[in-house]
């Protein structure tokens, strides 16, 4: 009886043990419940891969949104970013005159440093010099599709705030939809342009 008594203590004493430590441990490393993730914005749709009519494309100005139709029906749309304050995009009615793939400003992008820094982010060639030893980077505009000869497409680009206006001008996609718009469009494509 006595070996039963040291063995029940002994087992008692180690659950005891188990159970003291085990909820400190638990407590302190308890799974807190995740944190709410914010979904990003669903910044476009494309619905369709087959084309079954004349494609073309409506932008509007104010709810920055381009909308693609193919034979009347649309099978796509996308937020987008036009020209910001004092770099209106011209409304009217356009066609796709030009598409390169890899295509840079010839007036925006950001002077930088000789080590590569940037020193302006927003330059314009006309105004802004680079440091010495530095240079100026042309912002890149990947997927061109030009609308006008002065300078006006769209193209794949950044749109910082969703629903915004943020370019010179230009129509920025969001890149994935601007690869698959560039591979449909053909010069010639109707874009109308709305206020």
């Known amino acids: 009886m006595h070996r039963m008594s040291v063995g029940w203590r002994f087992a008692a004493g180690g659950f005891l043990a188990a159970f003291v430590f085990g ?49 009347g029906q649309r099978i796509g749309w996308s937020i987008v970013a036009t020209g910001k304050e004092g ?43 680079p440091p010495e030893g530095g240079r100026f980077v042309f912002a890149p505009m990947p997927y061109w599709m030009r609308l006008t000869w002065r300078g006006i497409g769209m193209h794949a680009g950044p749109i910082p705030r969703p629903g915004n206006p943020a370019s010179h001008g230009c129509i920025r996609l969001p890149r994935a939809f ?18």
């Open 23 to 71: 909820c400190a441990s638990t407590e302190e490393s308890a799974v807190r419940p995740p944190q709410p993730v914010q979904a990003e914005p669903l910044l476009y749709e494309w619905n369709s891969t087959d084309l079954f009519g004349e494609l073309s494309i409506i932008i509007d100005l104010r709810s920055q949104i381009a909308e693609v139709y193919s034979g």
């Open 178 to 195: 601007a690869i698959q718009l560039f591979d449909y469009v053909r010069i010639g494509t109707p874009v109308r342009i709305i206020r």
């Open 87 to 129: 770099f209106d995009t011209p409304g009217g009615e356009y066609t796709i005159l030009e598409k390169v793939v890899e295509k840079y400003s010839t007036l925006y992008g950001k002077t930088v440093d000789a080590a590569g820094s940037t020193v302006r982010a927003d330059a314009d060639v006309r105004r802004h010099s």
